[in-house]
């Protein structure tokens, strides 16, 4: 059972790879309105959270590290999960710094959009992209950002980019194998598949 | 060089220790590279992402601490004796990184006595009272003889064990409240091999 908001977010990668491994799973989407309610009773006080033998565990990335590892998306030896997981943390460094101007854009905050292009959004994206780039470009330009295969870092950074493409057309052109391996990866057939027929949602 | 491994860290214990006592417990040689910040300045672009640590293994480099911890942990057994443990072990590695990042700025802050008590009482005792409950209950439940997870050393052991090092002797008495993490971090320290690290390794602020 995967519990987390009626959204993509932090949850999405999760319902992936349930997806692309086409095992069943219990999505339960909490409403934003039912939120407050819910996080006063749970332990951790946060989402998502997937259930493995009854207990709750949060923390995206160590869940999409364990559903990887379980259905086959972590990479071809350990030396490469260990990149999946470097190319995540380093993500997760840049996320950090640019989500203030996405929460504007989901309407979670207020905020001078302009202002925080400037400010926020282009400084963290010149600081990780050219870096991004470099690997995906490293790895042979083949559609994977570690490896050969699909591992759960491709899935976390095409989601990304694709919200960014979404409310900052442009935003990424100066790193177009970046931009390529994305769109390699949302056409995998049962990606494609999820994306066409997942509930709609701002974030 | 025959050494299959080299870490490339500066001459602190910081975020490349957990490597050093993982390579020491196993019993694994490799490299100790501290290096100065002239020679920082001249290798920082050829890094995979312009920080260190960098583990080279077999000449092949990887970056970042957690991911450099959770390899070398796997390679040498100190990663959870299960997938559903190292689970355990890398949410609580997150949680446990996640007030780390809050608790920073209280942490060998350099100022006037009143900025200290208002770090304490708005950064610092906050930060401390959301996640020792947290980390006292995965124990309970997770952990055993000793141990935050599982029943055998494992990575997140030794982090939060280096951490809560460094937090005592800046504040000591801080975790009074918390018992159970206490007594884990004295059982974690008072493993034989890692003991034997402890007191040789160079000595540094932090």
Do not use: C
């Not at chain 1, 591992?151 to 990304?160: K, S």
């Not at chain 2, 990042?101 to 009272?129: C, H, T, W, Y």
């Amino acid at each position: 059972k995967l519990t987390y908001f009626d959204g993509r977010g932090r949850g999405e990668v999760a319902r992936q790879l349930f997806h692309l491994s086409g095992v069943p799973f219990e999505d339960n989407r909490i409403p934003m309105a039912e939120w407050p309610a819910h996080k006063a009773s749970m332990p951790f006080g946060k989402m998502p959270l997937l259930e493995v033998n009854g207990k709750p565990l949060p923390q995206s990335y160590a869940i999409f590290r364990y559903l990887a590892r379980e259905f086959g998306f972590v990479g071809d030896s350990p030396f490469a999960a260990a990149w999946v997981d470097a190319v995540a943390d380093q993500f997760k460094d840049y996320f950090d710094e640019i989500k203030s101007l996405l929460f504007v854009h989901f309407g979670f905050a207020q905020g001078d959009k302009e202002k925080m292009m400037k400010d926020v959004a282009i400084p963290a994206r010149d600081k990780f992209f050219p870096m991004l780039e470099k690997i995906a470009k490293d790895n042979h330009n083949n559609g994977h950002f570690v490896g050969a295969s699909l591992t759960w870092v491709d899935l976390l950074i095409a989601e990304h980019v694709s919200v960014l493409l979404k409310y900052m057309p442009g935003f990424l052109n100066d790193y177009p194998t970046v931009l390529s391996t994305v769109k390699k990866i949302n056409s995998i057939p049962k990606l494609k598949e999820w994306i066409d027929k997942r509930p709609d949602s701002t974030f | 060089s025959m050494l299959r491994y080299k870490l490339i860290y500066f001459p602190i214990r910081g975020r490349g220790e957990v490597a050093r006592q993982l390579f020491y417990l196993a019993g694994v040689p490799f490299k100790d590279d501290r290096i100065t910040i002239s020679e920082w300045s001249s290798l920082k672009a050829k890094t995979p992402f312009g920080q260190l640590p960098v583990l080279e293994v077999d000449g092949h480099q990887l970056a970042q601490s957690f991911a450099i911890f959770r390899y070398l942990a796997q390679e040498f057994g100190f990663a959870g004796d299960s997938p559903l443990e190292a689970l355990w072990v890398d949410v609580t590695a997150d949680q446990h990184k996640e007030y780390e990042n809050k608790i920073k700025p209280a942490l060998r802050f350099q100022g006037s006595e009143e900025e200290k008590e208002q770090l304490m009482r708005n950064v610092a005792e906050p930060a401390r009272d959301k996640y020792f409950p947290l980390l006292e209950k995965i124990a309970e439940e997770h952990g055993s003889s000793g141990h935050f997870v599982g029943a055998s050393l494992t990575w997140v052991d030794l982090l939060i064990a280096e951490h809560a090092s460094i937090l005592l002797k800046q504040f000591p008495g801080f975790l009074d409240r918390y018992p159970t993490v206490l007594a884990i971090v004295d059982a974690i320290l008072s493993t034989p091999k890692l003991k034997e690290w402890l007191e040789k390794r160079p000595d540094t602020a932090f």
